[in-house]
Structures are given as structure tokens and as C-alpha cells.
């Protein structure tokens, strides 16, 4: 889709730097959820670091993801 996430580079304070198929791009926040089910396990940095994208979304190898239309609706430019 137009909103999918094509590039997600981890940066300090939990934070991402994502670029999305339509040409946004900017930060996403991820300190919100956190504290959040299976969200808890991305306080560990090293494991945070490991953030990839699968069919749009911003994912980690334990199954966490944010959908694209959540990414697009907090991306801070």
C-alpha cells in the first residue's frame, strides 16, 4: 500500500527514523508503548536495534509490530 514503511533505522531514546512508499517521512516515538505487553521486550536496546519491516510494517524478530497506518499517524516530521 501507499503507507507502507520502505526504510526504518533505530535512533537513541527509542525513537525511529522511517520513510513510508508515499514520500513521508520523519520519527516515530515508540517510548509510548513501552511500558505495553509484548512492547516491554524493546526497552532492552540491543534487541530495539533489531527493527526491520515486513509486508509494510515496522516489525522485531519476536512478532512486535506497529502497522503502517499507526506509523503514519504518529510520524513527527
Known sequence: M????????PLEDYRLYVEIQDGRKG??????YLDFGVFKE????H???RV???YGAITW???QDIAPETL???LQH
Open 42 to 45: 524493546l526497552k532492552n536496546p
Open 72 to 74: 503514519v499517524a504518529g
Open 2 to 9: 501507499y503507507w507502507d514503511a520502505i526504510t526504518v533505522k
Open 27 to 32: 520519527i516515530f516515538d515508540v517510548k509510548p
Open 52 to 54: 526491520g519491516i515486513s
Open 61 to 63: 524478530p519476536n512478532e
Open 47 to 49: 534487541y530495539f536495534n
